[in-house]
C-alpha cells in the first residue's frame, strides 16, 4: 500500500502536470482500473483525488 506522503506526491505532481484537467485524468484513470478489476488501484486513485481537491481548495487560483 502506498504511504500517506507518496499520496501527496502523486497528487502534487498529477496537479502540476495536468493543471485544470487533472481531475479529467484521474477520473481516466479510476475508469481503467475500474474495468481491470484493480480494486486497490482505485481505491489509490480516489485517494489522489481528494489529495488534488485538497490542494485545489488550500491553493487560490492565482497561485496555480
Known amino acids: 500500500a502506498m504511504m500517506e506522503v507518496e499520496i501527496w506526491a ?13 481531475s479529467l485524468f484521474i477520473a481516466e484513470r479510476i475508469g481503467s482500473l475500474t474495468l481491470a478489476g484493480d ?18 481548495i488550500a491553493t487560490p487560483p492565482a497561485s496555480r
Do not use: F, K, P
Open 39 to 56: 480494486t486497490r488501484g482505485v481505491s489509490v486513485w480516489r485517494e489522489v483525488s481528494h489529495r488534488v481537491w485538497q490542494l485545489r
Open 10 to 22: 502523486v497528487a502534487e505532481q498529477v496537479l502540476r502536470i495536468h493543471g485544470d484537467t487533472a
